[in-house]
């Protein structure tokens, strides 16, 4: 059975930094394209950043170019998102994702179309 699991959202004033996890089990992340999604109250789910299988490659939304990080360790299967001068408008459930490896490297979820979803963690920024 395939799980994502995430953790380290929580509460931070703007200007701050988080760090995400997403822990798998179940499949091997060399062998998936994988990706952080989010989604905030009354608007869709969007893209934040991606990264190829074979790990060469990342995508980010111009919204956190520069700020946010993504990566991940193949071997403890742990996605990362490394989060910092945060914004109010960053606040949103962050979800990690992992699609099949020939699938589109896009941030949009659809067209990502990922195999599996983590639950999701709350992030939520405080002006």
């Known amino acids: 059975e395939v799980q994502l699991v995430e953790s380290g959202g929580g509460l931070v004033q703007a200007g701050g930094s988080l760090n995400l996890s997403c822990s798998v089990s179940g499949l091997a992340l060399d062998d998936y394209n994988e990706g952080w999604f989010r989604q905030a109250p009354g608007k869709e789910r969007e893209g934040v950043a991606i990264i190829y299988f074979v790990g060469n490659y990342k995508r980010y939304a111009d919204s956190v170019n520069g700020r946010f990080t993504i990566s991940r360790d193949d071997a403890k299967r742990m996605l990362y998102l490394h989060m910092t001068s945060l914004k109010p408008e960053d606040t949103a459930m962050y979800y990690c994702?992992?699609?099949?490896?020939?699938?589109?490297?896009?941030?949009?979820?659809?067209?990502?179309?990922?195999?599996?979803w983590g639950q999701g963690t709350q992030v939520t920024v405080s002006s």
């Open positions: 994702a992992a699609a099949d490896y020939d699938e589109p490297m896009n941030l949009d979820p659809a067209r990502f179309n990922a195999k599996y």
